[in-house]
């Protein structure tokens, strides 16, 4: 059967001052992956910033020149207290709040000891007597956070407010963000998804399957949705297809990993729907790691080595639980005329979130693999500490 023609690629729906402050977060996520410090505004607040994962000793520099005080270093609240525990009977500044700020003696603003702040799997890199202390943190300190994440960095960020130009030197040149671009990128990236394209793609479980690409206008990494026969005549005929919402496992997928059930659970999907009379849906969503990104799911992985669970793991690394953002697959359904869907999970989660975005779910089907000898912690914890309603797991 031929596919349908493939929807042009419409990015100019949204009103050109929303795609170009998409744009700009995309700009600024890449380059604090290089390394190159960015200026994060609002108002009058302006902060240089820098991710301590990536800068060098030049970009540390540059921040150091254009800063009315020293630079701080700013971690999520979960990071921060391994850093920098809070001593008992002090009071505790910004534990409320969604970043803290610590300074550190001029000694140890170099970009190895900051890598080693960042990240709880460098520990040991950490100088003999290393001190830090916490102080208040800049304006702007959340959303310089939420920059570093959607770089897919861990959130750690050297930071400080600007000075006020001088008369007579160049202005720096950095690219600049608004803060509140930054912490509306998830919600407006995922709006802004369209089809981009289509096509056949037979496979071993059925030959009666289409993959359709979905692009976002900041010009990012594309999201799929692999159909398996008609689910939009289903839809339009009033029934509710099988819908499975999949996050990304590059280790799961396409290694066979045995850490997590991504792997089965992909094909066992493929396979259920390939034997439903109404066919489904399967979004392949790039939402590796429950949205953290593979490197920090290999960062997770090594701490989890060490003995945390996969959620205590994620939230070492200043991470969420789980990041993953559910407008992208409603979007995505809409976009497919699919408003009503019989959904194929165990985690509750899925379900609340679709529903926040408007999908009808008329029904939930169980997708539930045996643990197979290394995933049965992963399991438990899925069970034990996401709500996950799985029937073959003991409660630990
Ligand atoms: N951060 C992190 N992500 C993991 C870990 N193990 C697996 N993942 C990721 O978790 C995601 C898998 O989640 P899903 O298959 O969507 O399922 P779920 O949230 O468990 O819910 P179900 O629909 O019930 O399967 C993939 O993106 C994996 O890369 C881990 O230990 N840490
Ligand atoms: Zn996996």
Redesign the pocket.
């Known amino acids: 059967m031929m596919a349908s023609e493939p929807q042009a690629s419409t990015p100019a729906m949204l009103p050109d001052p929303a795609v170009s402050a998409l744009r700009a977060v995309h700009r600024a996520a890449a380059e604090l992956r290089r390394g190159t410090p960015v200026l994060l505004r609002s108002g009058e607040h302006s902060l240089v910033m820098a991710a301590a994962e990536t800068v060098g000793a030049r970009g540390l520099a540059e921040i150091t020149g254009l800063a009315k005080s020293p630079p701080v270093l700013l971690l999520a609240p979960t990071r921060a207290a391994a850093v920098a525990p809070v001593p008992a009977l002090r009071p505790v500044l910004g534990a409320e709040e969604a970043a803290v700020a610590l300074r550190l003696p001029q000694a140890l603003l170099d970009p190895a000891t900051l890598r080693s702040l960042a990240d709880p799997t460098l520990d040991r890199l950490l100088p003999e007597g290393a001190r830090t202390e916490r102080v208040p943190a800049p304006p702007l300190a959340a959303a310089a956070l939420a920059l570093a994440k959607l770089g897919r960095l861990l959130p750690a960020v050297i930071a400080a407010p600007q000075a006020p130009p001088r008369d007579g030197l160049p202005r720096p040149d950095l690219l600049a963000v608004e803060a509140a671009d930054v912490l509306a990128y998830p919600a407006s990236a995922a709006t802004s998804l369209r089809r981009v394209a289509e096509a056949a793609v037979p496979l071993e479980a059925t030959a009666d399957a289409r993959i359709i690409a979905f692009r976002a206008a900041d010009g990012g990494i594309e999201h799929l949705a692999i159909l398996i026969g008609q689910p939009e005549v289903v839809a339009a005929e009033g029934r509710a297809p099988l819908v499975r919402?999949?996050?990304?496992?590059f280790t799961?997928d396409l290694l066979g990993s045995l850490?997590?059930d991504?792997g089965p659970?992909l094909r066992g999907a493929i396979a259920r729907m390939a034997t439903d009379p109404d066919g489904g849906v399967l979004l392949y969503l790039a939402?590796?790691?429950?949205g953290?990104g593979l490197v920090n799911?290999l960062r997770?992985?090594t701490l989890?080595d060490a003995g945390l669970d996969?959620l205590d793991?994620?939230r070492a690394l200043g991470w969420g639980a789980d990041e993953r953002n559910f407008l992208v697959a409603a979007t995505m359904l809409d976009q497919l005329g699919i408003h009503r869907i019989r959904l194929l999970?165990?985690?509750p989660d899925?379900l609340a979130g679709l529903a926040a975005c408007g999908v009808t779910i008329a029904g939930r089907e169980a997708?539930e693999f045996a643990p197979n000898g290394v995933n049965d912690g992963?399991l438990a914890t899925?069970a034990a500490r996401f709500g996950?309603l799985l029937a073959l797991q003991d409660e630990p």
């Open positions: 919402l999949h996050s990304e496992c799961g850490r997590c991504c659970q939402q590796e790691g429950r953290i799911k997770a992985y989890q996969t793991a994620n999970t165990n985690n899925k997708h992963y899925k996950h």
